[in-house]
């Protein structure tokens, strides 16, 4: 072989190469170094199921639904679509008062099962915790001043809130699957934290004591031995990136990116959600790609759906190009009576629901990640 031909195949290999590796997602590392094997497999394979696509999410999916409760089996997003969501979330919300139901009414050993059963078929769960105002005793919603303050080391009410941290790292260690391993979870602690309706929201303490309340939960999880979380850095609105960034912990304490909007104009009048959503993933996919991290959509919807294209052109143009890891979509409780005034309360379609041949359509959309499609992805294996 000439020299000259030999050199032109170097090249063109080299140019192979390189093509095949820029096209693999950068490799990511978890915050937490003594992760799981199964939590660590779990997040390296999010980070290559992006380039497919997102999974799609609903709270409290299995649960209940419109006009039942507790059904072995039912979903209302399998009702439609024949198929479960891809990621199903649950919230804590009661488990430091040691209550048998949590906030929205789910018996934790029920929610246990539930997760057991979504881990085994190859699902994925993500966890908040809407949990009460230690200061007061008062709900997750009241935000009397000092309140976050008060669990801080050297707080009034910093052995309380330990407490109540050693119940959730109690709870986390029960997750097992019928394998006997820890069930990873992406865990989302002090969600909407840019908002100003929780305890533990920015009108409530400085950006510095909001991450002195983060860094310390997680790592006193890790001294409890809590290995099987990927930890879920939430807000809700934000203008800039200097304003996301504000109260984040750092690269040590989160590994995933997110924030919640939900739709409350109609989208036949304005596109203020599509383009809000759109601006938000702008900016946190910029510091996702600097610092390394998933982004995620953690919660949203549009209360009863009254629109017929809002899951194949609202949601879809309001995500527009970026690669998200997942959407989870805000329960459907059904008829609520203790709202002002008393509604129908909920945000994915039921089967019979007038829009539920778009929700049809977003399912069949090739972007769009449920049961079936991450079942065959094996996330928790290598």
Known sequence: MNQKKYVFLA???????????????????LSDTKATAETVNLFQNLNKLKEKGFMFGHQDDLAYGV???YEAGRSDVKDVTGDYPAIYGWDLGGLEKNQEKNLDGVPFNKMKQYIKEIYDRGGVITISWHQDNPLTGKDAWDTTPKSLASVLPRGNKHDKFNAWLDKSAKFFLSLKGSDGKLIPILYRPYHELTGTWFWWC?????????????????????KKGVHNLIYVYNTSDFKTKEDFLKHYPGNDYADILSFDTYQYEDP?????????????????????????????????????????????????????KYKISFVVAWRNHGYNEYMNPPKMHYYVP???????????????????????????ENLYKK
């Open 268 to 320: 036949s009048k304005s596109k203020s959600f599509e383009q809000n959503v759109n601006r938000q993933f702008s900016i946190i996919d910029e510091v996702a790609k600097e610092n390394n991290k998933l982004i995620a959509f953690a919660e949203t919807g549009y209360e009863q759906i009254p629109y017929n294209k809002w899951w194949t052109e609202t949601l879809m143009n309001a995500i527009g």
């Open 11 to 29: 090249y063109l290999f080299a140019c192979i190469s390189c093509k095949t590796i820029a096209q693999q997602p950068a490799p990511i590392q």
């Open 67 to 69: 006009n039942w409760k």
């Open 350 to 376: 039921y089967k019979g629901h007038p829009n539920e041949n778009d929700f049809i359509d977003f399912y069949n959309l090739k972007p769009t990640l449920f049961q079936s499609d991450v079942t065959k």
């Open 202 to 222: 920015q009108n409530n303490g400085t950006p510095e004591e909001f991450k002195t309340l983060w860094k310390y939960t997680v790592d006193y999880l890790k």
